[in-house]
């Protein structure tokens, strides 16, 4: 079975999708991903004592815009009109879990606006604590739901 590529012409050149003529439909998707970090700098957290303030607040809207201007951030996704997106944290002794939801009633999935948000979350966290934790890491960042109605 030979596979080919939506994203890639016949001659292998890169192009964009085309949807026109699939059908409008509600979709939702599900992204997370963590960021590792120290003990020391969740209790400065959980303190709201690290040196750039309240960091849970700036990483939500860094992914909010993230997933909003995700057509622009990634060459050949489609801009979408966005419903909803939604980003939340849980966090843990070692990490901070983001989760991001990305609602649209469209032709084309919103994956990669929930990616986006996680990933952009991600960087704020990251940008905002390494002043007190030089041992970060982002992991695991994947979608884990995907529906359209």
Known sequence: MKH???HLDKHGGAQMVNVGRK???RRRAVAEGRLVCAPATIRALKKNALPK??????AQVAGI???KRTGELVPLCHPLPLSHIAIHFK???RFIEIVCAAETTSQTGVEMEALAGV???ALALYDMCKAVDKGMRIEGI???QKIKE
């Open 142 to 144: 994947r979608v884990t």
């Open 119 to 121: 990933a952009v979350a």
């Open 4 to 6: 080919t590529f939506s």
């Open 23 to 25: 059908p409008i439909q």
């Open 65 to 67: 815009q993230a997933a």
């Open 91 to 93: 966090v843990g002794a």
């Open 53 to 58: 303030g309240d960091v849970l607040t700036v």
